[in-house]
């Protein structure tokens, strides 16, 4: 088989870089491991930047989000025994985000480019990527139990951490960048309504919490677990108890529980692979780098690189321009490294990593120093609405 461009992986990067080349005349094949059920039900991320809702805008796929997403101009940190509100707007010149789950985006996105025709192979695992750095790129994959090659221009590796594109860069060719957490994130999804208008940060001396949402029946919260927690140590009332602890009491009161949708554990970790290219193969998304949720910057990581390497890509195909591909990698770090280190921070300031009094009195110092000061809280203002994509054309 053979295409313009091999997209490996039908998560967010590569069904949005997907369907901006789709708009621009260019032609790809997406090549997924999974069936389409196991991707459209993945529970993930739920908060999108302003760059990556106008990405969806651009891409045609958000008429079910403006109607449906909710516009959040703030949100609120609660340590020490208080809760104070960033107010995104009055520091950013009126910036906000939007709170829409990453599987209604995916269903978007993959209902449109079903709609266009395009190909989107399910139960189709890549295997290897091979001549990227030659010619003509081959994407080695298995389909119906059978070895097949998808030949193409340029491949796309947007299959996640565990994917088969970053281990197919030359030996030698990368550098890692890695921190692993000490504690995970064990969430719970329920059809109750969200404890507060906003979402809520909480630092607490028993560990962090998230109070956070999918729209105004249906909530997600986190609660901080030890790494070797299981899903199978938690009833539902469990669950809601150890929120109800951290939680300020004015949240406590109001919180409304329910049956579990879905409880799920998820790691932390921060990881980076440079470079981003190789060849005629790029890493975009996951493939490339990890943060810790804190900051909400993995999804809308993914959206950034796909509109650099969208630019890049028709750049190639429309004026047969090769400065913007070579400019990818360096173009995506510079913003990936911010958003490492704004997760890194955020992170930092909210889990209990110890049972040191003084750390967990320092944090409270860090988060009442950041709320109380103008320049504080729009240092977290911006990096959470999302620092801007540069120009790139
Ligand atoms: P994805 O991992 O979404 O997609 C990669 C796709 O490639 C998958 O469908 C996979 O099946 C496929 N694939 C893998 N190997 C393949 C192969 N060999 N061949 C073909 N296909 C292959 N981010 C936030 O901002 N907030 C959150 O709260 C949040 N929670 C998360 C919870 C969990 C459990 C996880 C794992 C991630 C979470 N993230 C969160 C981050 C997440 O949203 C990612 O940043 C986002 O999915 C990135 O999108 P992609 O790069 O498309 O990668
Ligand atoms: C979520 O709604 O899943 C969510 C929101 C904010 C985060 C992480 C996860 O920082």
Redesign the pocket.
């Known amino acids: 088989m053979r295409t313009q461009v091999g997209i ?8 949005l870089l997907s369907q901006l080349l789709h708009l621009n005349g260019i032609e790809s094949v997406i ?4 069936t389409r059920e ?2 459209e039900g ?6 999108l930047e302003q760059g990556m809702v106008n990405l969806l805008r651009e891409a045609q796929v958000s008429d079910r989000m403006d109607r449906e997403g909710l516009v959040h101009d703030g949100i609120s940190i609660a340590f020490g025994g208080r809760r104070e509100r960033i107010d995104f707007y009055g520091h950013t010149g009126g910036k906000s985000v939007m709170i829409y789950g ?1 599987t209604e985006v ?1 269903t978007d996105l993959i209902n449109a480019r079903l709609a266009a025709g395009g190909i989107l192979k399910y139960e ?4 290897a990527v091979e001549d990227f750095l030659t010619g003509r790129p081959r994407i080695i ?1 298995e389909e119906d139990g059978q070895k097949k090659e998808l030949v193409c221009d340029l491949v796309a590796g ?8 970053r281990p197919s860069a030359p030996a030698g060719a990368t550098q890692v960048f890695e921190k692993v957490y000490p504690f995970g ?1 064990l ?1 719970i999804l329920s059809d109750t309504p969200p404890v507060d208008e906003e979402l809520i940060y909480v630092n607490h001396e028993r560990g962090f919490a998230l109070c ?1 949402m999918r729209s105004h029946t249906r909530s ?1 919260y ?1 609660v901080q677990c030890e790494l070797d927690d299981s899903v199978d140590n938690w009833t539902d009332d469990a669950f809601w108890d150890e929120l109800r602890r951290r939680l300020p009491p004015d949240a406590a009161e109001k919180l409304i529980t329910g049956p579990r949708l879905e409880m ?1 554990i ?1 790691p932390l970790r921060s990881f980076v692979v440079e470079p981003m290219r190789f060849g005629n193969l790029f890493l ?4 490339a780098h ?2 810790p ?1 804190t ?8 959206a950034s ?1 796909v509109f650099y390497l969208s630019r890049a890509i028709i750049a190639y195909y429309h004026e047969k321009r090769t400065d913007l591909l070579d400019r990818y990698s360096e173009a995506c770090l510079r913003r990936v490294w911010k958003a490492i280190r704004f997760s890194w921070w955020f992170t930092s300031m909210l889990h209990k990593f110890n049972d040191d009094p003084f750390d967990y009195r320092l944090q409270v110092a860090e988060l009442d120093y950041l709320t109380g000061s103008a320049a504080g809280r729009t240092t977290i203002a911006e990096n959470y609405v999302g620092l801007p994509f540069e120009t790139f054309e």
């Open positions: 490996i992986g039908s998560g967010p990067a590569g069904l090549l997924e491991r999974q196991h991707v993945r529970i993930r991320a739920g908060v990453q995916t189709a695992p890549a295997l994959y947007c299959d996640g951490y565990h994917g088969a594109a994130w969430g956070s997600r986190y799920s998820a975009a998304g996951d493939a990890i943060v949720p900051g909400a910057k993995g999804l809308n990581l993914a690189d």
